[in-house]
């Protein structure tokens, strides 16, 4: 596990592929004030990795932030039997078999209000994406909506595929496919312009490397083409 911030840690998982293509993971912790952890997305728990987690607290929430990342959820909540499990909204739907204890909304609940704001970014025909924000260290936690991939972690053919999507680092985008399934775009903007609003300068990004600073400026940049 690698410290963040105070209270802010992420964790490298396995390289996994989705439809064919290879993706890194990587979970983000964090602490909240009762000193439970919240886990976003969290990687294939190894014994390593569970250990490594439980050594900072006991798992209060296990976060699933859209409705294609929650592979591990179950696997998590095995291990950790208090901890509550929130999924997106559309999360349900695609997976009917994971159990779950709540679906996350529009504004953050009393488990988390405290230290965390979060929002949907509404609009898309498939895709359900909760974005959070860790008030205390400025850190905005995204999931698919915004990738750059590392290009050291790129082979040849890979780093050219996805070079080509605009999702290599340090410029990064929204991957086409999902930009192109949007339909409702004042939804998306209204979503858009409620998360660029708060105060943020990092970016934490499961598949790819953090925005370390300027993260307001990066996402803004790369939300344009929504109008
Ligand atoms: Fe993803």
Same mark, same amino acid.
């Given at each position: 596990m690698k410290q963040v911030a105070e209270g802010l840690w992420t964790q490298n998982g396995d390289r996994i592929r989705f439809f064919g293509i290879p993706f890194d993971t990587r979970a983000t912790i964090v602490r909240l004030p009762g000193g439970g952890l919240w886990l976003h997305s969290p990687v294939r728990p190894s014994p390593d990795r569970l250990a490594a987690v439980q050594a900072r607290g006991p798992i209060a929430h296990i976060v699933a932030p859209n409705r294609i990342h929650g592979a591990y959820t179950t696997d998590w909540a095995r291990a950790a039997e208090q901890a509550q499990v929130w999924v997106s909204p559309k999360f349900p739907d695609r997976h009917p078999d994971i159990r779950f204890d709540h679906l996350l909304?529009? &504004?953050a609940p009393a488990e988390w209000a405290n230290m965390l704001d979060q929002c949907v970014f509404a609009g898309h025909a498939y895709l359900d994406e909760v974005v959070f924000l860790h008030r205390p260290s400025g850190t905005l936690i995204v999931?698919?909506?915004y990738?750059?991939?590392d290009p050291a972690r790129e082979p040849g053919f890979w780093r050219v595929f996805k070079g080509l999507a605009g999702m290599? &680092?340090?410029k990064g985008a929204m991957p086409p496919d999902m930009r192109l399934a949007f339909?409702?775009?004042a939804a &998306?903007?209204?979503a858009r312009d409620?998360?660029?609003a708060w105060e943020f300068d990092r970016i934490l990004l499961p598949h790819s490397v953090p925005v370390e600073t300027g993260g307001k400026e990066t996402l803004t940049r790369a939300l344009k083409?929504?109008?």
């Open positions: 909304g529009n &504004a999931t698919d909506i990738q750059r991939h290599m &680092a340090p339909t409702d775009r &998306a903007r209204a409620r998360i660029l083409w929504l109008g």
